[in-house]
């Protein structure tokens, strides 16, 4: 199963300081009755997709709501301090499983033909919903053609171009932002994280800032800064690409398609921009392109990389259940083929041809 950054922070009553935009919008479609049946919430994994939808859900069935926010005091709102509350259900992945499947989908049915546990409304949340198989898929859009009053629906995803546009198409979409580097490194801090690291947490992640959140948890910082030297290594032809592919592993496949294609796209704008600053995991592979004479050939290069990394990410995020050892093993081997413009000498392909 794909390794990908969660949302896994405990449920609130409150968005995150870089939603606020999205929660009034929100706000105020819910006070002129004109909520959309079904919303599409899409952005960036590790944002904070999920607690949004978790926190509304909690404002709506609120039964004595602020101008804002939930109460925090009424029943319905004691009843679900701990996450759960009858009149929500969260359909996701099942552990071990990478799809969500048709039988979760008629479990939603047969949760929205139930009458509300509190009298008032109901809310489905459906988590990672690019996971969705194709029969999942094909059951929920059926739910959508007969939306039911008083039930509503937050697809959450990731990747909401993976979803078939007939779902897309009958939802209405939030976007959610991605917060800027000082937004994320403020958050940060107020959770806790060392000052010291805070910055490095926070580049690591994309500030992305759940994502760092784990990243902390996990000591994933180390295993990422392993990882970006172990591909300079894999330029200058001091390591394997088995031998990356091993510590990639242990940061999780998806993660790891994923520093490729942030360390790609940050390469070639320093290329094309001659930047100068770079975070501290990318020191050394700045240092090894800066002293490529031919610039034009390389930024090609790191495109058809890119895009490349991309077909991965979308293929490890989407229905398919691809093999990722492999799909890394076959980055990485592109990868390594850049030290043909690093070093200005011709390499010899698995064909043995020479480029």
Same mark, same amino acid.
């Given at each position: 199963?794909?390794?990908? =950054?969660?949302?896994t922070?405990?449920?609130?009553?409150?968005?995150? =300081?870089?939603?606020? =935009?999205e929660?009034?919008?929100?706000?105020?479609? /819910?006070?002129?009755?004109?909520? !959309? &049946?079904?919303?599409l919430?899409?952005?960036?994994?590790?944002?904070?997709?999920?607690?949004? %939808?978790?926190?509304?859900?909690r404002?709506?069935?609120?039964?004595?709501p602020? %101008?804002?926010?939930?109460?925090?005091?009424?029943?319905?709102?004691?009843?679900?301090?701990?996450?759960f509350?009858?009149?929500?259900?969260?359909?996701?992945?099942?552990e071990?499983?990478?799809?969500?499947?048709?039988?979760?989908?008629?479990?939603?049915?047969?949760?929205?033909?139930r009458t509300?546990?509190?009298?008032?409304?109901?809310?489905?949340?459906?988590?990672?919903?690019? &996971?969705?198989?194709?029969?999942?898929?094909?059951? @929920?859009?059926?739910?959508?053609?007969?939306? $039911?009053?008083?039930t509503?629906?937050?697809?959450?995803?990731?990747?909401?171009?993976s979803?078939?546009?007939? @779902?897309?198409s009958?939802?209405?979409? +939030?976007?959610?932002?991605?917060?800027?580097?000082e937004?994320?490194?403020?958050?940060?801090?107020?959770?806790?994280?060392?000052?010291?690291?805070?910055?490095?947490?926070?580049?690591?992640?994309?500030?992305?800032?759940? /994502?760092?959140?784990?990243i902390?948890?996990?000591?994933g910082?180390?295993? !990422?800064?392993?990882?970006?030297?172990? *591909?300079? !290594?894999?330029?200058?032809?001091t390591?394997?690409?088995?031998?990356?592919?091993?510590?990639?592993?242990?940061?999780?496949?998806?993660?790891?398609?994923?520093?490729?294609?942030?360390?790609?796209?940050?390469v070639?704008?320093?290329?094309?921009?001659?930047?100068?600053? /770079? =975070?501290?995991?990318?020191?050394?592979?700045?240092?090894?392109?800066?002293?490529?004479?031919?610039?034009?050939a +390389?930024?090609?290069?790191?495109?058809?990389?890119?895009?490349?990394?991309?077909? $991965?990410?979308?293929?490890?995020?989407?229905?398919?259940n691809?093999?990722?050892?492999?799909?890394?093993?076959? *980055?990485?081997?592109q990868?390594? $083929?850049? /030290?043909?413009?690093?070093?200005?000498?011709?390499?010899?392909?698995?064909?043995?041809? &020479?480029r």
């Amino acid at each position: 199963m794909s390794n990908e =950054p969660q949302e896994t922070i405990a449920p609130s009553l409150t968005p995150l =300081p870089w939603q606020q =935009p999205e929660w009034r919008r929100l706000l105020e479609q /819910h006070k002129a009755g004109q909520m !959309a &049946h079904a919303y599409l919430v899409a952005g960036e994994q590790g944002i904070g997709k999920f607690q949004f %939808a978790q926190a509304f859900a909690r404002y709506l069935l609120c039964q004595r709501p602020g %101008a804002e926010l939930a109460c925090g005091e009424c029943t319905n709102c004691l009843l679900g301090i701990n996450g759960f509350h009858p009149d929500i259900t969260l359909i996701q992945p099942e552990e071990g499983s990478r799809d969500i499947k048709i039988d979760q989908i008629r479990a939603v049915t047969a949760f929205i033909a139930r009458t509300s546990h509190s009298g008032l409304r109901k809310v489905i949340i459906l988590n990672n919903a690019h &996971h969705l198989n194709a029969s999942a898929a094909n059951s @929920l859009l059926k739910t959508l053609e007969e939306p $039911s009053k008083d039930t509503y629906l937050f697809l959450v995803t990731a990747r909401a171009d993976s979803l078939p546009a007939t @779902l897309r198409s009958r939802c209405q979409r +939030l976007v959610m932002p991605t917060p800027s580097l000082e937004v994320a490194m403020h958050w940060l801090r107020a959770k806790g994280v060392a000052a010291d690291q805070v910055e490095s947490i926070a580049l690591a992640a994309g500030s992305r800032p759940l /994502h760092a959140l784990t990243i902390v948890e996990s000591d994933g910082l180390v295993h !990422a800064n392993e990882f970006m030297v172990s *591909l300079a !290594a894999l330029l200058q032809r001091t390591a394997s690409i088995q031998t990356v592919v091993t510590i990639a592993m242990k940061i999780g496949d998806s993660v790891a398609v994923e520093y490729l294609l942030r360390t790609s796209s940050i390469v070639i704008r320093s290329l094309l921009t001659n930047e100068t600053e /770079h =975070p501290d995991s990318l020191k050394a592979l700045a240092q090894i392109f800066s002293s490529v004479e031919d610039r034009t050939a +390389l930024v090609k290069r790191l495109l058809q990389f890119n895009l490349a990394a991309e077909k $991965s990410q979308r293929q490890l995020l989407g229905g398919t259940n691809p093999n990722a050892q492999l799909m890394l093993e076959s *980055l990485l081997w592109q990868w390594s $083929s850049l /030290h043909t413009q690093v070093s200005g000498k011709q390499t010899t392909d698995r064909a043995g041809q &020479h480029r």
